[in-house]
């Protein structure tokens, strides 16, 4: 359901691409890129198994500067499950390989309802003198499946009033019967809620994400203001073929760039080229291309960038993969 794995996800892609459709490009010129100014949960997204009341111990080493500098250090992590077999806590300690010091310690709790749907999170980090794990701040979701609404609050830990303090909150809706989803935001100012921005979505037939709408409160005439606008174009519904950004710069609504993506006869993006607008047209930018092996794998990622002296795609940057007869990444 987008509305569920939508609050895990919570806006993490350029251009805010969600659902089925994301296309994680590696390289991106300077768009515009618009993300909530909040705090994003940290909730596991899975289910994690264990043996009731397990505590599963791992070692990893890291080096940094190289051996002159001996600044080796390695981390402790250990696991603990509930009774429902779901992960309770993770900690994670810190050391110095030399001397054996630690040097820091962290921990995440997860608390869970009877759905085995994570409502909060809790961060602590670990008083190195008394060993006592120490609060710091949590994320609350206050989930009501028969409205299709959930309340995300974040809150950090004030020592001096041994208290938990507001910091920041969204509301988002779901409405099944137009395809539409929307989220506002709120900033605590010490005694109340204040507007921050609106985020809305919408949806075509194949749950396929057709438009973003991005709105900032205006505090002197009490109204929100669009800002931004997102449009996604597909063949079928469900296969991404452009995007296109606009956004108001002080004038109004106006393009801003757009992201154009062809596909190989497999259906495998073949390339993606960006381009911005200015004023009278669009400005070619920069594009990037792929090469895949006969089953689907990636073996070469290209980089172009646009030289308008010579009008032509001039290469800049590749990645190339090479994997072993079982399919597995090499090189």
């Known amino acids: 359901m987008k509305y569920f794995i939508f609050i895990f996800l919570a806006f993490v892609c350029s251009a805010i691409c969600l659902g089925q459709n994301e296309l994680l490009t590696k390289k991106r010129p300077q768009r515009f890129i618009r993300t909530p100014e909040l705090s994003i949960p940290h909730l596991p997204q899975n289910r994690v198994f264990g043996d009731l009341n397990e505590q599963v111990d791992s070692t990893w080493t890291r080096q940094y500067g190289g051996p002159q500098v001996g600044n080796a250090t390695s981390r402790r992590s250990f696991y603990t499950y509930n009774q429902n077999h779901m992960l309770a806590s993770e900690s994670y300690l810190d050391f110095y390989l030399q001397s054996g010091e630690q040097y820091n310690g962290r921990q995440e709790e997860y608390f869970y309802n009877e759905m085995e749907i994570c409502t909060l999170h809790c961060t602590n980090e670990q008083d190195l003198d008394s060993k006592e794990w120490i609060r710091k701040d949590r994320e609350e979701i206050f989930w009501n499946p028969q409205e299709l609404s959930g309340e995300y609050i974040r809150s950090a830990w004030n020592e001096n009033l041994k208290k938990f ?66 449009e996604y174009f597909y063949t079928n519904e469900t296969r991404l073929d452009s995007i296109i950004d606009s956004l108001d710069e002080g004038f109004g609504l106006e393009p801003y760039d757009k992201e154009i993506l062809l596909y190989n006869i497999e259906n495998l993006l073949e390339s993606d080229i960006y381009f911005k607008w200015d004023g009278n047209g669009w400005e070619t930018l920069s594009m990037n291309t792929f090469d895949y092996t006969p089953d689907g ?25 090479t994997y072993t007869s079982a399919g597995d990444p090499w090189q």
């Open 165 to 230: 303090e507001n910091v920041s909150k969204s509301i988002w809706t779901n409405i099944t019967f137009n395809q539409t989803e929307e989220n506002t935001y709120f900033s605590w100012d010490g005694n109340n809620w204040q507007f921050e921005s609106k985020y809305n979505y919408e949806y075509n037939n194949a749950d396929s994400i057709k438009a973003i709408y991005i709105y900032d409160w205006i505090e002197d005439s009490g109204e929100w203001q669009l800002n931004y606008k997102s």
């Open 297 to 321: 794998k990636e073996t070469l990622w290209t980089y172009f960038e646009w030289d308008p002296d010579e009008e032509r795609f001039v290469e800049n940057y590749y990645e190339a993969n």
